[in-house]
C-alpha cells in the first residue's frame, strides 16, 4: 500500500475522536512457545492498517497521537539500532524507513514511550485517552492497551478513557481501491495455489502433500506466509470445519476439501474450493455439489446495497435448504443446519474475519465471503463452497470466480492432468 493510504486511515480516525484526545496503538510483543523459542510474530492489524508497519521487524512498536487545538501530533515508537540484537534477530528498521512506511515524522526510542506519554497526560491539555480495546473472550490476558488503559485508570484519573475499536471497524468494512486491488492480486494467487494441488490430486496421496503443493504455489509468487492456516482435509477428516492436522491419506472416491487464501499488502482471500481425488464426481457427491453450487450462484445474483447483513446468511441457508428438500435428503420440518453446520457469509479483509456491525446493511465496497457448507456424515460426503464477495453500487462481484467452482469446470481442469 502507498503510505498516503495509512494518512488517510489515520485522519478517518482523529476526525471521530473526540476534541484533547491522546490514541494509542501497540503493534503487539513476540509470544514464548516453549524453552528460548518463540512464536512467529504478527502484527496487531489495526496498527498495520493505521501505520503501514507490519512484519516481524515491528514487534513492540508503539504508535502515539495527540489531538489538540485542531491539531495532531504523531510519534512512532521504535526499537532502537542494536548491533548485538541484530546479529541474532535480523537488522531493525531505520527512520528513514519507518517514516517512509508510516508518513509519521517522529520517530523515537521505544523506551522514550513511558515518559513521553507521562508528561502527555499531565500537561492538563488532554481529557481522553483513545484506545483500541477488544477481547474474543472476557477472561482472555490483557493486551497491551488493556494494560494502558487499567494504568491510566489509576495513574490518570483526569483521563476518559475511550474505545475507538468500533470506529477502526467500521473504517475497515468499507475497501479503498488499493485494498481491492490487493485483494484482485491475492486472488490470482489463491488461484494458482488451488489449481496446484487441483493438478498433482491423485488417489493415495496425503493432505500434507496437498499442502506442500499449495505452499509452494505462494512461495514461488512472493507470499512466504498464507492469509492464515490452511484447512486441508480429505475424506472423513472434512467433517472436522477446523481441521490443521494433514495427516490424512485421500483415498479413491474421497472429495478433498481445502479452505485456504493468499494475502497480499495485508489483504487476505479466503476461499473453499472440494474435488474429487480421481477428478470424477460420484452421484451422490454431484447431487451436494449442484445445490452448494447453486445456492452460490444465487447468493451472487441476490446480494446488492440495502440488503440487511443478517439476511446473506439466512437467504444461504434457506435457499440451500430447498434445494435439500428437493433431493430428498432434508424433510419438510428439518432445518438446513442439519446438514449446514456454520455460516454462510463473514467479512474479510486485514483480519480473515473481519469484525464488522452486523446490524450495519450491505453496502457498496465490502467484501465478504459465500460460504455454503454441506456436511452429511450419512453418506459420508462433506464440502464447501466459498467465494470472496464484492459489493458494488447495484450488484456484487465474484472475486474467486476464475478459481474453477462448477462440477464441469472442476472435471475439465483436472481431466488435463
Not at 60 to 74: M, P, S
Not at 279 to 308: N, V
Not at 345 to 352: F, K, L, N, P, R
Request: charge should be negative; charged fraction near 25%; hydrophobic fraction near 40%.
Amino acid at each position: 500500500m502507498e503510505r498516503s493510504f495509512h494518512v488517510e486511515n489515520r485522519r478517518e480516525l482523529y476526525d471521530a475522536l473526540p476534541e484533547n484526545s491522546l490514541f494509542a496503538c501497540f503493534a503487539g510483543k513476540i509470544l514464548p512457545q516453549s524453552a528460548d523459542a518463540e512464536y512467529p510474530f504478527f502484527a496487531n492489524r489495526n496498527f498495520a492498517y493505521l501505520t503501514g508497519l507490519d512484519g516481524a521487524e515491528v514487534h513492540d512498536f508503539i504508535f502515539l497521537a495527540k489531538k489538540a487545538g485542531g491539531n495532531v501530533e504523531e510519534t512512532v515508537f521504535a526499537l532502537p539500532p542494536d548491533a548485538m540484537a541484530e546479529r541474532w534477530t535480523g537488522r531493525r528498521l531505520k527512520n528513514s524507513e519507518i517514516q517512509d512506511r508510516s508518513g509519521v515524522e517522529t520517530i523515537l526510542p521505544l523506551e522514550r514511550f513511558g515518559s513521553f506519554f507521562h508528561a502527555a497526560a499531565i500537561s492538563g491539555n488532554f481529557t481522553t485517552l483513545a484506545l483500541d480495546l477488544w477481547k474474543k473472550a472476557p477472561g482472555d490476558p490483557d493486551t497491551d492497551a488493556y494494560r494502558l488503559a487499567a494504568q491510566a485508570a489509576k495513574d490518570y484519573p483526569a483521563l476518559q478513557i475511550h474505545n475507538c475499536h468500533k470506529q477502526l471497524c467500521a473504517q475497515r468494512t468499507i475497501k479503498k481501491p488499493c485494498e481491492i486491488a490487493a485483494m484482485r492480486k491475492a486472488e490470482t494467487i489463491t488461484k494458482a495455489g488451488i489449481e496446484a494441488m487441483m493438478r498433482a490430486s491423485r488417489p493415495g496421496m496425503y493432505e500434507y502433500e496437498y499442502k506442500a503443493e499449495y505452499d509452494h504455489a505462494l512461495t514461488s509468487r512472493g507470499v512466504l506466509e498464507p492469509a492464515f492456516t490452511s484447512i486441508i482435509a480429505a475424506g472423513e477428516n472434512n467433517f472436522c470445519i477446523h481441521y490443521y492436522s494433514y495427516t490424512g491419506q485421500a483415498k479413491d472416491g474421497d472429495l478433498v476439501l481445502n479452505d485456504v487464501g493468499a494475502a497480499w499488502d495485508g489483504m487476505c482471500t479466503d476461499v473453499s474450493r472440494s474435488w474429487p481425488c480421481n477428478g470424477k464426481f460420484s452421484e451422490k457427491q454431484r447431487q451436494l455439489y449442484e445445490c452448494a453450487y447453486r445456492t452460490s450462484e444465487h447468493m451472487f445474483a441476490t446480494i446488492r446495497p440495502g440488503m440487511p447483513m443478517a439476511e446473506v446468511d439466512r437467504e444461504c441457508h434457506r435457499y440451500c435448504g430447498e434445494l435439500l428438500r428437493e433431493i430428498g435428503l432434508l424433510g419438510q420440518d428439518e432445518a438446513p443446519e442439519k446438514y449446514m453446520w456454520h455460516g454462510g457469509a463473514h467479512h474479510v479483509g486485514y483480519d480473515v474475519h473481519d469484525q464488522v456491525d452486523m446490524t450495519r446493511p450491505v453496502a457498496a465496497g465490502m467484501v465478504f465471503c459465500v460460504d455454503v457448507g454441506i456436511y452429511v456424515e450419512e453418506w459420508g460426503i462433506g464440502f464447501r463452497l466459498e467465494d470472496n464477495c464484492l459489493v458494488t453500487e447495484d450488484g456484487c462481484e465474484n472475486l474467486s470466480a476464475a478459481i474453477p467452482r462448477s462440477i464441469a469446470d472442476i472435471e475439465a481442469f483436472m481431466a488435463q492432468r
